[in-house]
């Protein structure tokens, strides 16, 4: 990742910088696409398909962008009919191969292994042709290549001035998955700041959290939110961040609204106790501790808390009478 280099070391989004143009076709929509403007780029594929339903390169070019962003069906199916109208070229051969590794899943068998290698070999033999490692990166997401996966965006990213924001979204995946928190942060600030959607804020929530960094975990998540109010993984994400960090106020406010959005579930109540307990109100802890209970009330666990916060509360009558109840 020589070109995020300077920016990773300040945590930066990464800045721009020269990109080797490819070869082949559409040198229109690769231009797009190195500025990070992956849905034009969609868009002035599927007008292209539209004049021409035989346009092989376009249709299989759409097909590697639809898979970038799994939507494994629609990907597989463009790029099946792109290797249906030219069998005997290169962009078939990695069709292929992407459909084989697809078929297989996660599964890494020999027939995953062997469409894999074919692929890679595909794309070291053509360098310049993009589209090819992508559809590497893609398979080495997978099928859980994580290492090998990174490389391939590496050599991805020299093709592009910015990049579209799924290929800096699942770069940074990537990244996480192999503890590489530092050189993923760029690729999530430049992820939110092509596309402000919730799972662009939710990526750069879960990379702080990884990095047990609770403080700065909290804003993004609260992004999150604020993009999708249903989103609630981010919002059981920020009340643990907000738990960690003894956030007392985002904690409060946060679980009411998981509360709502949930309020049949015990997580949301414990969390409301637990914001309840940090502001020191220890009747209102007890009640949302007590709710949780009542919504699993095989949890032993959530029992005696609530019962232990109960007794805080001096409600020393109802801390006896649930702790019968669990007996």
């Known amino acids: 990742m020589a070109f995020l280099s300077a920016a990773a070391a300040r945590g930066e989004a990464p800045a721009t910088a020269p990109a080797t143009a490819p070869a082949g076709p559409l040198p229109d929509v690769w231009k ?10 969609e868009e002035a594929l599927g007008e292209r398909i539209s004049a021409n339903l035989k346009d092989e390169p376009a249709i299989f070019l759409l097909g590697v962008l639809t898979r970038s ?3 494994v069906d629609t990907g597989d199916q463009l790029l099946k009919e792109a290797a249906d109208l030219d069998p005997k070229s290169d962009d078939a051969t990695a069709a292929a191969a ?3 590794v697809d078929a297989a899943g996660t599964d890494r068998g020999k027939l995953s292994d062997t469409a894999f290698d074919s692929l890679s070999a595909l794309a070291k033999a053509h360098p310049d042709v993009p589209a090819y490692t992508w559809l590497v990166a893609i398979a080495c997401r997978t099928t859980q290549r994580n290492e090998e996966g990174v490389a391939a965006y590496a050599e991805l990213g020299k093709h592009f001035q910015i990049g579209p924001v799924l290929f800096h979204q699942t770069y940074a995946n990537m990244l996480d998955e192999l503890h590489r928190y530092d050189e993923s942060l760029p690729h999530r600030k430049q992820a939110v700041k092509l596309e402000p959607a919730s799972w ?13 960094d609770w403080a700065k975990a909290i804003p993004p998540y ?3 939110v604020k993009a999708n109010p249903n989103d609630w993984q981010s919002l059981d994400r920020l009340c643990f961040c907000a738990n960690r960090a003894k956030n007392a106020d985002v904690l409060l406010a946060a679980s009411k609204q998981f509360v709502a959005l949930r309020p049949n579930t015990p997580l949301p109540h414990l969390f409301m106790g637990d ?3 940090l502001r020191h109100d220890d009747s209102l802890a007890a009640d949302e501790y007590v709710a949780a209970y009542k919504l699993r009330p095989t949890d032993a666990a959530v029992r005696a808390r609530a019962v232990r916060q109960l007794r805080k509360a ?3 009558d109802e801390a006896d009478a649930l702790a019968k109840a669990g007996q």
Do not use: C, K
């Open 200 to 212: 662009a804020w939710q990526g750069l929530g879960d990379t702080y959290r990884r990095m047990e």
């Open 98 to 100: 992407m459909l084989a």
């Open 314 to 316: 001096g409600r020393n």
């Open 222 to 224: 609260q992004q999150a």
């Open 69 to 71: 962003r799994f939507d």
């Open 32 to 41: 797009l696409l190195s500025d990070g403007r992956q849905r034009e780029a």
């Open 275 to 277: 914001a309840y307990v």
